[in-house]
Nanobody, 120 residues
Framework: QVQLVESGGGLVQAGGSLRLSCAASGRTSMSYAMGWFRQAPGKERELVAVRTSGGAAIHAVSVKGRFTISRDNAKNTVYLQMNSLKPEDTAVYYC??????????????WGQGTQVTVSS
């Protein structure tokens, strides 16, 4: 069993920045892929960015160049640096972890989510 806890969400004006963190605990594996998905009201959960422990990463085209995923394997923590935020980025952001890298939300473990709201 793995537990994921997100932090760092909040309210920010368009053009601003936020940094999300996700700490993993329990029966973690250093080889897990970890990343971020988001879900806005009335929409499906969608990819933000995912990354392997070795550094291979995929960023959604909608956030490429603005968001960056990083990992601290020693701390079992994944981060999401979000710059140049837009109102369309408003969503609940979920941390995910699993045995294999995927761009669809079929991961083995999920956090409870953290709200990101971008005002115009």
């Amino acid at each position: 069993q793995v537990q994921l806890v997100e932090s760092g969400g909040g309210l920010v004006q368009a053009g601003g920045s936020l940094r999300l963190s996700c700490a993993a605990s329990g029966r973690t594996s250093m080889s897990y892929a970890m990343g971020w998905f988001r879900q806005a009201p009335g929409k499906e959960r969608e990819l933000v960015a995912v990354r392997t422990s070795g550094g291979a990463a995929i960023h959604a085209v909608s956030v490429k160049g603005r968001f960056t995923i990083s990992r601290d394997n020693a701390k079992n923590t994944v981060y999401l640096q979000m710059n140049s935020l837009k109102p369309e980025d408003t969503a609940v952001y979920y941390c995910a972890a699993g045995a294999r890298l995927s761009t669809v939300p079929n991961y083995d473990y999920w956090g409870q989510g953290t709200q990101v709201t971008v005002s115009s």
